[in-house]
């Protein structure tokens, strides 16, 4: 029987209560999930479990891998790698009895301030989608349904269950839609739409971005979700194009938390900004019923939400009549021994190292093997595993810095914390109805035993061969970060051990871009982004040139005043809950190559221990190019290879100058020459305009082929 018929006579059997209770989430009896479908039993459909998050599996009250940040992954221009993480990730669902991850997310950094950034993975659409892709291909690989989100345009934490953004729809189109675009043509199986509202409606209302673009004219099949207490309305979602309510239920001791609050002030109860209303649930249960009723949402919308559902159930082998139960049991104990597998573990540790970009080196490193370190920073005994929110994860093992440079090292190793502790912020400690017992350890450590000195840390510097600093922002979902530079007295910090010790090398955990005030005093800066659990295996490893440094910047760093939305509340945060997307595509590089403004690290920057020298570009095809690599360095590394599309001419004078349209990672041993092939990605050459849709100008193309998006090696060009 083909699918579709098969799905048909499921749905035949079932009763409108039964399809009710399908399209609206439900208190999981064992508690893991972060999402339920109850199921019926009686028709073979099983209870469905949706799970948290980007990082690794958030089922309650379990452990499993704590994979680096999204941005990290990214950070490694290594869709493979994304496919293999995703599949882990995948492999730890079933393992753990869920059936669909809340994964990836793939909004675009437009804002440095954003607190998600962490959980995101680029400033450019063409390498969001690609990486995005990735992590949905290896995720579905596991047979389990991969949920991009946040659909669409959820770029800022602040007001984010209110705000509009007021976006042009070339800008929507060239930038913030194509990556759940590439997600839809990786064949990802559910969307999640996003708080926010674009353009006056709120996502879960947008009947034309969520019927008429994703599911009409992109023909995605698979569900819509909503993000959790993220359903606006039951009319308007229905007919929107939702399918599906989460979590479906109030969380336990909202409506308490509501109420005694209200009591106890005049005004009446607020839910914090960036925490949506969580007694609102049960939209489409009797409500949803009842606009069938009177006519509102057609009966017919309420199958399709159900044949939606159940296609991807189906797709992933969830029904009955593809698996038994026992076989759902035996699938999942079958797959317990990859929670924490060394498999998983290296996955891990392959993503948090590779996704390590060096900055800048003046030669200190990679450190001797023998070297005397000072390991310096206020947490340097504890894994930076993630930002705080829904995509927090607990591993069952993890490498603090200090015990990852102290298991490699051959010489002294010496220890300081310099300052405070940094204290992790989360999502759980904003919630009102979180009791202080249940609340998220946010890794906040134990700070009664350590007094840190800054003279401790002058003269462990002082003593040492090498100093290495760690230092960390800390952000989380539902918040963003007030200002870009590293917070309590880091820098202070940084600037001490650095005049104290001329080999200082600085490793920075963050979310996204951070000001680094005394970038020309050190020897050698790092990014690591959130590691996750591999954090000190892994900066030891590259540290210590055990693996080359070659994470590329997924989005451009540079002062605080330079990004295209400072200095205008309009454009960020927003006024009067509107945000104003007035720079148009002109978003992280294309927005400095526009201003002419140098950043301080360009978008793509990363180097490597080896040295690579580029051949001549060649046209080999439309959409296609090649050119030889050569690793003159005498050891081996990874080189990015990036390929920028410049638009033919001035004509049409609102192109960015440049826009990322392929990129291929190449290991190359010392000496070793390879001739490195590139596919252009469409939307490079593509323009959006409001009156004819997607345009390529005819013309000449130069496409540029570099390091980064600011250092061009060589350029080819392609005539359309
Ligand atoms: C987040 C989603 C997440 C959901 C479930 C929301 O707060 O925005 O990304 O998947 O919670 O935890």
């Not at 950094?109 to 290896?138: K, M, Q, T, W």
């Not at 969380?251 to 949506?276: K, L, M, R």
């Not at 159940?310 to 076989?327: C, K, V």
């Not at 890794?443 to 003593?463: F, H, I, K, Q, Y």
């Amino acid at each position: 029987m083909a699918d579709d018929d098969h799905i048909g006579a499921v749905l035949a059997r079932l009763s409108r209560e039964q399809k009710l209770a399908l399209v609206r989430g439900a208190t999981d009896p064992e508690g893991t999930a972060t999402g339920y479908i109850s199921g019926v039993e009686a028709a073979g459909i099983p209870p469905f479990r949706l799970v948290d998050g980007p990082l690794g599996i958030r089922a309650e009250g379990q452990c499993a891998t704590a994979f680096p940040a999204s941005i990290a992954t990214a950070a490694t221009f290594d869709p493979d790698l994304a496919r293999r993480q995703g599949a882990a990730m995948g492999r730890e669902a079933v393992a753990l009895g869920q059936d669909a991850l809340l994964a990836p997310g793939v909004n675009i950094i437009r804002v440095p301030h954003c607190g998600r950034n962490f959980e995101y993975l680029s400033e450019d659409p063409v390498h969001a989608g690609v990486v995005g892709a990735g992590l949905i291909d290896g995720i579905q690989s596991a047979d389990v349904v991969a949920t991009v989100k946040h659909f669409v345009a959820n770029n800022q934490e602040t007001h984010r269950t209110t705000v509009s953004a007021e976006v042009d729809e070339r800008t929507l189109r060239e930038l913030y839609l194509p990556p759940f675009r590439a997600a839809v043509d990786a064949g990802v199986g559910s969307v999640m739409t996003a708080y926010n509202r674009v353009n006056g409606t709120h996502m879960s209302d947008h009947e034309r971005l969520v019927g008429d673009v994703l599911k009409g004219e992109w023909g995605f099949d698979g569900y819509v979700v909503s993000d959790w207490y993220g359903l606006e309305s039951t009319v308007g979602a229905a007919n929107a194009g939702m399918d599906l309510e989460m979590p479906g239920v109030a969380a336990p001791g909202a409506a308490e938390a509501a109420d005694s609050d209200t009591a106890d002030g005049d005004e009446g109860f607020e839910w914090p900004d960036g925490i949506p209303d969580a007694t609102r649930a049960g939209l489409f249960g009797d409500p949803l019923a009842d606009a069938i009723d009177g006519g509102e949402v057609p009966a017919g919308r309420l199958d399709d939400m159900v044949r939606r559902i159940l296609g991807q159930m189906d797709r992933f082998e969830r029904l009955d009549s593809n698996r038994t139960a026992a076989e759902a049991g035996e699938s999942s104990d079958a797959l317990a021994g990859e929670l924490d597998s060394q498999r998983h573990r290296d996955i891990a540790a392959d993503a948090a190292a590779r996704g390590t970009v060096l900055l800048d080196n003046d030669g200190v490193l990679p450190l001797d093997d023998g070297a005397d370190v000072a390991v310096i920073g206020p947490n340097i005994d504890e894994p930076k595993l993630g930002g705080g929110g829904s995509s927090e994860t607990t591993p069952v093992h993890s490498v603090t810095p200090l015990d990852g440079i102290d298991s490699r090292a051959e010489g002294a190793v010496s220890s300081a914390f310099g300052v405070p502790r940094i204290d992790s912020v989360s999502l759980f400690d904003l919630l009102p109805f979180v009791g202080e017992d249940d609340e998220a350890d946010g890794a906040a450590g134990d700070t009664a035993d350590r007094e840190p000195s800054l003279d401790d840390a002058v003269t462990a510097a002082e003593n040492a061969d090498v100093a290495v600093v760690f230092v960390r922002d800390a952000t989380t979902e539902a918040r963003d970060r007030e200002s870009l530079a590293l917070p309590g007295q880091q820098d202070e910090l940084v600037s001490a051990v650095a005049a104290a010790n001329e080999n200082t090398v600085v490793v920075i955990r963050s979310g996204g871009p951070v000001e680094l005030p005394w970038r020309e005093d050190v020897a050698a800066v790092l990014e690591q982004w959130y590691p996750g659990q591999a954090d000190g295996d892994a900066v030891a490893a590259v540290l210590y040139g055990d693996r080359d440094p070659s994470g590329r910047l997924p989005v451009t760093f540079a002062p605080e005043s330079e990004y295209p939305t400072a200095g205008s509340d309009r454009r960020y945060p927003g006024v009067d809950d509107e945000v104003h997307y007035d720079e148009g595509v002109f978003v992280g590089y294309r927005h400095f190559d526009d201003a002419d403004v140098d950043p301080t690290y360009p978008f793509g920057h990363g180097h490597s221990y080896a040295t690579f020298e580029y051949g001549e570009a060649e046209t080999t095809g439309e959409q296609a190019v090649a050119v030889p690599v050569e690793n003159v360095a005498d050891r081996p590394g990874r080189e990015v290879v990036q390929a920028y599309v410049r638009p033919p001419s001035a004509a049409v004078a609102d192109r960015p100058e440049r826009e990322l349209a392929g990129f291929e990672a190449v290991q190359l041993d010392a000496g070793e020459r390879q001739t490195v092939e590139l596919t252009l990605d469409d939307l490079a050459f593509s323009r959006y305009d409001t009156d004819s849709g997607w345009t390529v100008d005819t013309g000449t193309y130069t496409v540029e082929i570099g390091r980064s998006s600011r250092d061009i090696r060589t350029t080819a060009t392609v005539d359309r």
